[in-house]
């Protein structure tokens, strides 16, 4: 297979590895389409000087910016207002999957842009349902001299990046953590509330999610409920490689990173001013179409549907963001093309990630557990009780264990230990 190419660039050198999917199927391209406007040009200006994937600086730049312009623009649709409010999951390996590098890059352009906003308003450690509601919290009581007096904070807007995305999926794990459900309401939009005896509340907050996972980690921590409940579903997620090597790193003229600056400090303070949005009697007519796909259940009812469910909002959020960044107040053709390429590469994402799902939930587990403990693999003792927690009896453990052994890629060792022999299974050695 060929490196894909973005507009004549290449995505990734020819002596790299490829990562192979789970599922065999392809790495996913980025059609130019996507790179339309302000948002391409910014990405395909830094793309020589990085080693950043593409894909992931442009969805990381949407959310960035779609956070920098507030909850004002929208769309209604349904009664619900749908905004430039774009959650990106960056997916790559912890080596080579440039996570980080694609949102130092776009953050060079954000800072050109509104250094207040990138000091003050961009966080990172999301772990607590109450946490994050303090960042965009109301003012609560009206004696300045009271102990119970705060301010609040007047400028609702909010960008978070979670560098370790898997620990924000532990801790919505914890028994009593409400974290989960609050992230699922800050991208329905609303306030945002704890019950506890002193609520903490923050009424309609405009925040901007990027988070980065690995592959393995994302397959491993991301249980049905979770899937189910929609939590991964208001995430786009962005398969990241690295895109060339360079060994002396870039050399993006400071002109060029301010000029980028002023053009998104322009659209976004355009954009702070528009309201409701409306869509080009060109783009109505291929939103009509183009509703029709997203809307069908072409992607089954296993874990690739569960992550795509959200089709046709993430679609529209995607071009409102995409039309704002381009200076415009309506959603023109361009806008929803580009709209409708990025999704693509996202769906291509999800069944890249994962489409191999067996349908037993305990054989994907156990499958994710055996993938992550690399050229070794598992012990049987690991299986047991860090697997599945001591939660599966014997017999339930020797089938699940040879049924995975049917699948091919997967066989078991032994090492002598004096007494019984250490038993493990691991992920076969490509040839």
């Given at each position: 297979?060929?490196?894909?190419?973005?507009?004549?660039?290449?995505?990734?050198?020819?002596?790299?590895?490829?990562?192979?999917?789970?599922?065999?199927?392809?790495?996913?391209?980025?059609?130019?389409?996507?790179?339309?406007?302000?948002?391409?040009?910014?990405?395909?200006?830094?793309?020589?000087?990085?080693?950043?994937?593409?894909?992931?600086?442009?969805?990381?730049?949407?959310?960035?910016?779609?956070?920098?312009?507030?909850?004002?623009?929208?769309?209604?649709?349904?009664?619900?207002?749908?905004?430039?409010?774009?959650?990106?999951?960056?997916?790559?390996?912890?080596?080579?999957?440039?996570?980080?590098?694609?949102?130092?890059?776009?953050?060079?352009?954000?800072?050109?842009?509104?250094?207040?906003?990138?000091?003050?308003?961009?966080?990172?450690?999301?772990?607590?349902?109450?946490?994050?509601?303090?960042?965009?919290r109301d003012g609560s009581g009206d004696d300045l001299d009271s102990d119970h007096f705060d301010e609040g904070v007047v400028d609702k807007r909010l960008l978070v990046i979670e560098s370790e995305f898997?620990?924000?999926?532990?801790?919505?794990?914890?028994?009593?953590?409400?974290?989960?459900?609050?992230?699922?309401?800050?991208?329905?939009?609303?306030?945002?509330?704890?019950?506890?005896?002193?609520?903490?509340?923050?009424?309609?907050?405009?925040?901007?999610?990027?988070?980065?996972?690995?592959?393995?980690?994302?397959?491993?921590?991301?249980?049905?409920?979770?899937?189910?409940?929609?939590?991964?579903?208001?995430y786009l997620p962005v398969l990241s490689r690295r895109s060339k090597l360079l060994p002396d790193g870039g050399d993006l003229a400071e002109a060029e990173l301010k000029a980028m600056g002023a053009s998104?400090?322009?659209?976004?303070?355009?954009?702070?001013?528009?309201?409701?949005?409306?869509?080009?009697?060109?783009?109505?007519?291929?939103?009509?179409?183009?509703?029709?796909?997203?809307?069908?259940?072409?992607?089954?009812?296993?874990?690739?549907?569960?992550?795509?469910?959200?089709?046709?909002?993430?679609?529209?959020?995607?071009?409102?963001?995409?039309?704002?960044?381009?200076?415009?107040?309506?959603?023109?053709?361009?806008?929803?093309?580009?709209?409708?390429?990025?999704?693509?590469?996202?769906?291509?994402?999800?069944?890249?990630?994962?489409?191999?799902?067996?349908?037993?939930?305990?054989?994907?587990?156990?499958?994710?557990?055996?993938?992550?403990?690399?050229?070794?693999?598992?012990?049987?003792?690991?299986?047991?009780?860090?697997?599945?927690?001591?939660?599966?009896?014997?017999?339930?453990?020797?089938?699940?264990?040879?049924?995975?052994?049917?699948?091919?890629?997967?066989?078991?060792?032994?090492?002598?230990?004096?007494?019984?022999?250490?038993?493990?299974?691991?992920?076969?050695?490509?040839?």
């Amino acid at each position: 297979m060929t490196d894909p190419t973005i507009a004549g660039v290449m995505t990734g050198h020819p002596g790299e590895a490829r990562e192979p999917s789970p599922v065999g199927r392809p790495w996913p391209t980025l059609a130019p389409a996507a790179l339309h406007g302000l948002p391409g040009t910014i990405v395909q200006t830094i793309e020589p000087h990085t080693e950043a994937d593409p894909a992931a600086m442009l969805f990381t730049l949407f959310t960035a910016a779609g956070a920098m312009i507030g909850g004002s623009p929208h769309m209604l649709t349904g009664g619900v207002e749908h905004g430039a409010k774009v959650w990106t999951l960056i997916i790559g390996r912890t080596a080579g999957g440039m996570k980080g590098t694609s949102f130092a890059e776009i953050r060079r352009v954000l800072k050109a842009a509104d250094p207040e906003f990138c000091t003050a308003k961009v966080v990172s450690g999301l772990s607590s349902a109450e946490g994050l509601i303090q960042q965009v919290r109301d003012g609560s009581g009206d004696d300045l001299d009271s102990d119970h007096f705060d301010e609040g904070v007047v400028d609702k807007r909010l960008l978070v990046i979670e560098s370790e995305f898997a620990s924000v999926l532990a801790q919505g794990k914890r028994e009593g953590n409400t974290l989960l459900p609050v992230i699922r309401q800050a991208w329905d939009g609303g306030t945002l509330r704890t019950m506890t005896l002193r609520p903490k509340v923050a009424t309609d907050p405009h925040i901007g999610i990027v988070g980065h996972i690995t592959p393995t980690e994302l397959r491993a921590k991301l249980n049905e409920a979770e899937r189910a409940g929609g939590t991964m579903n208001r995430y786009l997620p962005v398969l990241s490689r690295r895109s060339k090597l360079l060994p002396d790193g870039g050399d993006l003229a400071e002109a060029e990173l301010k000029a980028m600056g002023a053009s998104l400090r322009a659209a976004i303070d355009r954009a702070r001013s528009v309201g409701r949005m409306r869509r080009t009697p060109e783009a109505a007519r291929h939103w009509r179409d183009l509703y029709k796909r997203l809307a069908a259940d072409h992607a089954g009812d296993g874990p690739v549907a569960q992550v795509v469910a959200r089709a046709a909002p993430q679609v529209l959020r995607l071009s409102v963001t995409a039309a704002l960044l381009d200076g415009s107040e309506v959603i023109d053709l361009p806008h929803l093309q580009a709209a409708e390429a990025m999704w693509s590469y996202a769906e291509d994402s999800a069944w890249w990630v994962f489409g191999n799902t067996s349908g037993n939930p305990d054989l994907d587990r156990l499958k994710a557990f055996v993938d992550a403990g690399g050229e070794r693999g598992v012990t049987r003792t690991a299986i047991v009780a860090e697997c599945f927690g001591r939660n599966r009896k014997k017999d339930q453990i020797n089938a699940l264990w040879a049924e995975l052994l049917t699948l091919g890629n997967y066989e078991e060792w032994s090492e002598p230990t004096g007494g019984r022999p250490l038993m493990g299974l691991r992920r076969k050695k490509a040839n």
